[in-house]
């Protein structure tokens, strides 16, 4: 039989396995800026990806909750109707980090977003 010690290590030992495991099996994919995902585009189909970008100006469409996520060369269309939660600042110009599966429909790409995050405008602004 083991000692009080050696068992002491055994379940330490175990404990710290099952962290680093759970760590380094779940750690968040980093997020990408939409050019970057569009110019890697097959080895992100069909994945969970995390992308930022600012939405366009007239983009948003609240019946089919979809908005255009643009970068500095592509655009993305974000469809967030599977969204749990959005943050009350969706807006044109706004910062938007989005957070689902990256997919392929008819030749255009799409992310089908379980996340929709904005920035905080107010952090932003100039003072008076």
Known sequence: MLSYRNRLLLIGGVVTIAVLG???LQAPAPTLTVDELMEDKSSHLDEQVAVRGEIRDGSINETSMTF???GLDYEILIDYSNSASISNGLGDNR???AEGVFRSSDG???VEADVIK???PSKYEEEV
Do not use: A, D, G
Request: aromatic share 20%; with cysteine.
């Open 22 to 24: 759970t760590v380094f």
């Open 68 to 70: 255009i996520l643009e």
């Open 95 to 97: 910062t938007v980090y």
């Open 108 to 110: 255009s790409y799409i």
């Open 118 to 120: 904005t920035s905080c």
